[in-house]
């Protein structure tokens, strides 16, 4: 249960205690992490990297003899997702960057998920194999193929162990379908279905089809020029099939109902917080642009990430949202030097923890923010190699605006911007929390579990 978490924050135990594990990925820009994911029941934890591959961790079953293991993840699998290609009609190199990982809840032995880059949509499935057949009667121990006229006798083949092997195979392969980079992929709730968006279509696909999708979302105008937004993330809602929302580059978000129409041009909501006038400027458009849109476990809320914000909207109310957090305030005096650095386009993803009190995401100099709804304290953690030794507790980091700077505080102008927490992912039950960090990936498990 995670009913006291709320109350963590008086005991420091907020601070995300002890780290169990810190993944060193590579070194090289294809080693740089751009997706975290965990399966529903937390038992494995997949990244998807900017080389086109999936890595899977495992978690350590406990163990009477070593019970401060429990939760260490460990590699489980590695695999070629996504290759670069090239496409030749538009002169266009398509990266092998996995964009998103979603798993499927498993239905056996073994485990699937999709993989996706700008254009391709994959289904792995991943499984264990640990026997081999020996004894057959047409091939020799080395797999050459025998001389018929030689065999006098008739074998049996039978299952010998061997080394449990971990194998990945492509089940599916789901192209050609996007003119636009794809920038998500949700699993439907039926799991016979699941969508992909791009910039400006979204479209739904069966599982057991490749070769055609049906476009159930096109904000593209007759005339490009009169372009004003784009969709920048979608989601099912986790019990109704019939509901999904996406976000666009306006800072407003479309709730959909697929039994109204075919084409869901038309929405069922429209979720959007007037501006305030006072806070005008030039980078308000750009800072507006919602980066990630998440519904809640409960599918009640609907929670929205911005550059400078965490917003939580209650699906019965559309005309503003029920909470706000501030991420980095202290950036807004920054904007014109982020806008400089191209920083300001930084795209940040949210997560909530798996009742729905606690809310997670990430900002530059390696900091993670979470925020309690219940009690609305919050705390800035850092995902450091440097002061992360394992089982070591987190300490609150606290960035100082100006005026005189306190020993554990750092201030806001020696923040280190090439380091940002753009992906974090919360286990489904538990408290162990993973953040990519470029290419070194954190765990953290809270210390009372």
Not at 2 to 10: E, I, P, S, V
Not at 192 to 202: G, N
Request: charged fraction near 25%; aromatic fraction near 10%.
């Amino acid at each position: 249960s995670l009913a006291g978490f709320g109350n963590l924050m008086q005991d420091v135990l907020w601070c995300f205690s002890q780290v169990k594990g810190t993944v060193d990925i590579g070194v090289t820009e294809a080693d740089i992490i751009s997706t975290v994911e965990f399966n529903h029941t937390g038992e494995l934890l997949a990244t998807g990297d900017k080389g086109g591959r999936v890595v899977i961790f495992q978690r350590e079953q406990e163990s009477k003899n070593q019970p401060h293991r429990r939760g260490e993840y460990n590699v489980y699998s590695t695999f070629q997702s996504h290759e670069p290609e090239f496409d030749y009609l538009k002169s266009l190199e398509i990266e092998e960057k996995i964009n998103k990982i979603r798993w499927l809840p498993q239905q056996n032995a073994a485990y699937f998920l999709l993989s996706t880059n700008d254009k391709t949509v994959k289904l792995w499935k991943v499984s264990e194999r640990d026997k081999r057949p020996e004894g057959y009667n047409l091939k020799d121990e080395d797999g050459r193929l025998r001389d018929p006229s030689m065999i006098t006798v008739l074998r049996v083949p039978v299952l010998r162990p061997m080394d449990l092997m971990v194998e990945a195979t492509p089940r599916r392969v789901f192209a050609n379908a996007h003119t636009y980079h794809i920038n998500s992929i949700s699993v439907n709730s039926d799991y016979e279905t699941y969508m992909s968006a791009d910039d400006l279509r979204i479209n739904l696909w069966n599982f057991e089809i490749t070769n055609q999708s049906f476009n159930i979302v096109d904000i593209k105008p007759a005339n490009m020029e009169e372009l004003t937004e784009v969709i920048t993330a979608a989601e099912f809602h986790p019990h109704h099939c019939n509901t999904f929302v996406y976000s666009s580059s306006k800072g407003t978000i479309r709730l959909c109902d697929m039994r109204t129409s075919a084409l869901c041009d038309r929405h069922a909501k429209f979720f959007e917080e007037p501006e305030d006038p006072s806070n005008r400027s030039f980078f308000s458009e750009i800072i507006s642009s919602i980066s990630d849109v998440k519904f809640s476990h409960s599918g009640r809320y609907i929670m929205t990430r911005d550059y400078l914000t965490v917003k939580v909207w209650d699906l019965n109310m559309e005309n503003r949202p029920i909470e706000t957090y501030q991420v980095h305030d202290y950036l807004r005096s920054k904007l014109c030097s982020l806008y400089e650095n191209d920083c300001i386009f930084d795209k940040f993803e949210c997560v909530w923890n798996g009742s729905d009190s606690v809310i997670m995401t990430g900002s530059y100099n390696n900091f993670f923010r979470m925020f309690d709804r219940n009690t609305k304290r919050d705390v800035t953690l850092e995902a450091s190699r440097e002061n992360s030794k394992p089982r070591a507790i987190l300490k609150p980091r606290k960035v100082c605006v100006g005026g005189k700077r306190r020993k554990d505080e750092i201030s806001v102008d020696s923040l280190d911007f090439s380091k940002k927490i753009l992906h974090t992912a919360w286990h489904p039950s538990e408290n162990i929390i993973a953040v990519a960090a470029t290419n070194n990936l954190y765990i953290f498990q809270d210390k009372v579990n």
